[in-house]
């Protein structure tokens, strides 16, 4: 375990971990990490456009329900 002081800039933070960093192969290919991504940002885009069309719509309820 390496204590490192919390003074040390970004720079000399970095210095310090080198030796420590090895490399190791990746779970699962760049392929599959980059399909997930995509799946997981669609499903995010369709969920936040979900959600703008039914405020848009109960505002629309509300406004034309106090008129």
Avoid: Y
Wanted: glycine share 2%.
């Amino acid at each position: 375990m390496v204590l490192i002081p919390v003074t040390l800039s970004w720079f000399q933070l970095r210095r310090e971990l080198a030796p420590c960093r090895v490399a190791l192969p990746m779970a699962m290919p760049w392929e599959t990490a980059a399909s997930i991504a995509h799946n997981v940002f669609v499903l995010l885009d369709g969920w936040v456009c979900t959600c703008v069309l039914a405020a848009d719509e109960s505002a629309r309820l509300l406004r034309s329900a106090t008129q």
